[in-house]
């Protein structure tokens, strides 16, 4: 079953507070990717990962293969941050892509 | 900017009509994929094509089909449109056809069925 979990499913944070989103999955991948979706519906892609972590900015993306988890981390959430974060992974089976349902965040000022 | 464009930008039609979407990926981008975005099923991966071929196949529809031309730009046909296909479509584009490439998407082509 190729199922992709993120939790929270929505967050809301004070401006400066570290947050951390997670995502799992079920079986083995050649890459996850996390996005990221503005209001106006438009994507990013923020990271892809194969394995180890990787940072840009404030925002740093770990994965651990072994345990089957992705966790992408915000250091000193700004208001600007508020989007839709969704994690998306590439199964070694089949070459498709998956994607999770979905972080709301809301970063207060 | 990604440099990925689609267009139309919004499109309302009615029930049984056909549409098609067009997308011109990044300058040297090979791979062209698209999504499909509604509210009740959240992002799905439609199709991936990489120089003309395709490459990967996922929850697309036989009422769905999609090529991608010499210039390398895409266009999905959707045809005999129900009410269900109204969605927000994205195309991206990566260099390359592999899972490890980044993708750029477009700003998306948002479809009314009627």
């Known amino acids: 079953k190729n199922e992709v979990e993120q939790s929270p499913q929505n967050l809301t944070a004070q401006e400066g507070e570290f947050i951390t989103i997670n995502c799992s999955y079920s079986?083995?991948?050649?890459?996850l990717h996390w996005l990221q979706q503005h209001p106006g519906g438009g994507i990013v892609s923020l990271f892809m990962?194969?394995?180890g972590k990787k940072k840009h900015g404030r925002l740093i993306a770990t994965i651990n293969i072994q345990e089957k988890h992705s966790s992408l981390h915000i250091t000193a959430s700004h208001p600007r941050d508020s989007a839709v974060y969704i994690c998306?992974?590439?199964?070694?089976?089949?070459?498709?892509?998956?994607f999770g349902t979905g972080t709301s965040l809301t970063v207060i000022p | 900017d990604s440099g990925v464009t689609q267009t139309p930008k919004h499109l309302i039609t009615a029930t049984g009509q056909r549409v098609t979407l067009r997308c011109s990926p990044r300058?040297?981008?090979?791979?062209v994929y698209w999504y499909q975005q509604s509210l009740d099923q959240g992002l799905q991966f439609l199709i991936q094509?990489?120089?003309?071929?395709?490459?990967a196949k996922g929850n697309i529809l036989e009422r769905f089909s999609a090529q991608q031309f010499p210039d390398l730009h895409s266009e999905l046909n959707l045809s005999s449109l129900e009410l269900g296909d109204s969605a927000l479509y994205f195309c991206?584009?990566?260099?390359?056809?592999?899972?490890?490439?980044?993708?750029?998407f477009g700003p998306g082509t948002r479809l009314t069925v009627t």
């Open positions: 998306a992974v590439r199964y070694y089976l089949g070459n498709q892509f998956y």
């Open positions: 300058s040297g981008d090979l791979s």
């Open positions: 079986v083995g991948i050649s890459a």
């Open positions: 991206a584009s990566s260099v390359g056809a592999g899972p490890t490439y980044e993708q750029y």
């Open positions: 094509y990489y120089n003309g071929e395709e490459r």
């Open positions: 990962l194969s394995s």
